[in-house]
Nanobody
Framework: QVQLVESGGGLVQAGGSLRLSCAAS????????MAWFRQAPGKEREFVAA????????ANADSVKGRFTISRDNAKNTVYLLMNSLKPEDTAVYYC??????????????????WGQGTQVTVSS
């Protein structure tokens, strides 16, 4: 079993920044890919960003490219999402996901086995 706990969400004005954190426990963290997804009310869960187990590969959704940066600290079993230039359309619950070792379809929800409870991000205009 893997436990994922997200933190760092909140209310921010458009143009502001937030950094989300996801702390993992229960299994070896270092060898597994991680990702962030988000879900807005009435919408399906969508991919935001992913990072390979080594941190050497990343992927971002087109909607966040140039604004969001995913990173990880394997010594702390933690993955981060730095969000800059936030827009009202970024408002959603953000979920951390723990996946496999192969970098095949990092943007697919099916690549990830464990999920956190989510943290709310609200961007006001």
């Amino acid at each position: 079993q893997v436990q994922l706990v997200e933190s760092g969400g909140g209310l921010v004005q458009a143009g502001g920044s937030l950094r989300l954190s996801c702390a993992a426990s229960g299994r070896t963290f270092i060898l597994y890919n991680m990702a962030w997804f988000r879900q807005a009310p009435g919408k399906e869960r969508e991919f935001v960003a992913a990072i390979s187990w080594s941190g050497g590969r990343t992927a971002n959704a087109d909607s966040v490219k140039g604004r969001f940066t995913i990173s990880r600290d394997n010594a702390k079993n933690t993955v981060y999402l730095l969000m800059n230039s936030l827009k009202p359309e970024d408002t959603a619950v953000y979920y951390c996901a723990y996946g496999g070792r192969a970098w095949v379809h990092p943007s697919s929800v099916h690549e990830y086995t464990y999920w956190g409870q989510g943290t709310q991000v609200t961007v006001s205009s």
